[in-house]
């Protein structure tokens, strides 16, 4: 199988980083901000941005506005896949009403699991406004639905992988970890 | 896992894989919106030979809660009364398009025959069959208890099991699906079991099961238990005499407020006292033990939904059986592995 680096821990780093500066720019500070990762890998990506936010702005208190939306109960494709189990759905203390919603999740592919973030969403509240931050968007889409901030713009043949792979999700002994490879499947 | 029938066979992996997802569907309980909408389009059949209300009620509850359509059907007023048979009946559900039948059958065995046979191509759930099982209630007991279990050891109860804790199930083992289903779920859990009972309400055998039996419950309770679950006298299936008179049952057997302040006497502050109910007060249970701080009926009953919510999700949400999802499936374009559905 042929595997090809796109992004190291660096290049990880600087987009986060650059991301996480657009959040603010694009919010005009860091009043009523919220960030939810999507399981499994949005999350630790959402406790990444939130950590880089509180350090560009001092009074944010990184915990408090991270927090973690499991998708699988409104996926559309739960009948033809085999059964996912769930992960945990937890909210910052503020709640999301009224607030500014970032979902925030490893790949941007088919969209459809963001069509299920924002189903979820409204089952939780109403937020303000909703935005969507993706570390990769790889093209293909098959509904209408586009990121706000994006890591790396990525052209890909639907018949590649994408995989990233965190130090906090894909921890394997033997494994690099902090980076996204590119895997050929012919 | 493709159908729910007792928690003899049920692994280790599978017991706690239902265990974690009820307590996510535990947090749906606690939003604005009770609702997913995992199971659309999906129909539940609660097919209900044998009265109940709490456990046809609480399938009922999560069946809506996963968006599933569901049909009560009760063989009091319908077609069985005049003498069609469970093959008849199944055939009939499968006809109207089942994709899963919770049943409770009077005869042991059979959410079994339901299975195995082809008269049903639906996810069969046992909801109480006889004496034999009655697997929902010993997950949801499971459930609880492990809770209870993680709190006291200050870990979070997703993904623990019940290792060392020590429970003791008193009343009438008999006549109880509850005790059974809980014996072989604790034991797989790591629980120690002891059944505590009057000899004339213990079946033949129960020495061959993974537990220990006793016949004095003052003496178990002194030698330290961290949940109490008393069983409920069944009046209804007692066609011999069992124990001589009520009030020597619950002197013995029963718990009542000397063994509540018992509890307090010998340092067991942490036992809880569980009842899967319905409770016959005063005599297995006393009020004061039943709505005690240590009670955990109610919260039985609120984790009862959690559970049959996620044994409907788990049993009914795969890959559907019907051919037309094979075409969708044959598409590369449409279909992403766990790790890559973005």
């Given at each position: 199988m042929l595997t090809r680096v796109v992004l190291n821990q660096a290049d990880i780093d600087r987009a986060l980083t650059r991301i996480a500066h657009e959040i603010l720019e694009a919010n005009k500070g860091s009043q009523d901000l919220v960030l939810l990762g999507i399981p499994r890998r949005g999350y630790p990506l959402a406790v990444r941005l939130a950590a880089k936010i509180a350090a560009a702005d001092p009074t944010v208190d990184a915990a408090a506005i991270v927090g973690q939306l499991d998708v699988t109960m409104f996926r559309d494709d739960l009948s033809h896949q085999p059964t996912r189990p769930p992960y945990p759905t937890q909210l910052p203390?503020?709640?999301?009403?009224?607030k500014v919603v970032v979902l925030i999740d490893d790949v941007l592919y088919s969209g459809r699991t963001i069509r299920a973030a924002l189903d979820a969403l409204i089952d939780l509240g109403r937020p303000r406004i909703v935005r969507l931050a993706v570390l990769i968007d790889r093209g293909h889409r098959e509904l209408p639905i586009r990121a706000d901030h994006v890591g790396k713009n990525l052209p890909t043949s639907s018949s590649e992988k994408v995989r990233v792979r965190l130090e906090e999700t894909d921890s394997v002994d033997g494994v690099p970890v902090n980076e996204v490879v590119i895997e050929a499947t012919a | 896992m493709r159908h729910l029938l007792s928690t003899e066979d049920l692994s280790l992996q599978n017991a706690i894989r239902i265990l974690d997802t009820a307590e996510e569907m535990a947090a749906v309980g606690e939003r604005e919106v009770k609702k997913l909408p995992a199971l659309r389009g999906r129909t539940v059949v609660n097919l209900f030979f044998e009265d109940s209300t709490r456990t046809r009620i609480s399938f009922e509850a999560a069946a809506k809660r996963l968006s599933a359509d569901v049909i009560n059907f009760a063989a009091k007023g319908s077609s069985v009364s005049k003498g069609e048979s469970l093959k008849d009946t199944a055939q009939t559900l499968a006809a109207m398009g089942a994709d899963a039948v919770v049943i409770r059958h009077w005869a042991s065995g059979a959410p079994h025959r339901l299975a195995a046979t082809d008269w049903i191509d639906a996810a069969v759930i046992n909801a109480g069959d006889g004496t034999h099982e009655h697997p929902t209630q010993a997950l949801l007991d499971a459930f609880t208890m492990r809770r209870h279990w993680a709190k006291l050891a200050g870990i979070p109860s997703t993904g623990a099991d019940l290792q060392g804790m020590r429970v003791a199930i008193a009343g009438d083992v008999l006549h109880s699906r509850v005790a059974r289903s809980n014996v072989w779920l604790l034991r797989t859990l790591g629980a120690e079991v002891t059944l505590v009972a009057p000899p004339t309400l213990l079946p033949i055998g129960?020495?061959?099961?993974p537990c220990t039996v006793s016949f004095d419950l003052d003496e178990t309770l002194a030698k330290g238990v961290d949940a109490m679950m008393m069983l409920r006298v069944q009046g209804e299936r007692m066609n011999a005499s069992f124990f001589p008179t009520t009030r020597e049952y619950s002197r013995r057997w029963g718990f009542d407020d000397n063994r509540l302040r018992a509890l307090d006497t010998l340092g067991l502050k942490d036992t809880i006292i569980m009842h899967p109910g319905p409770m016959n007060r005063g005599l297995e249970i006393s009020s004061a033990a039943a709505d005690s701080p240590r009670s955990t009926v109610l919260a039985q009953v609120r984790n009862g939904v959690s559970i049959r919510m996620a044994a409907l999700y788990l049993l009914l949400s795969g890959e559907t059986r019907e051919p037309a999802a094979s075409s969708h499936a044959a598409n590369p374009n449409a279909t992403y592995s766990h790790q890559e559905s973005h």
């Open positions: 203390r503020t709640g999301i009403d009224n | 129960v020495e061959k099961w």
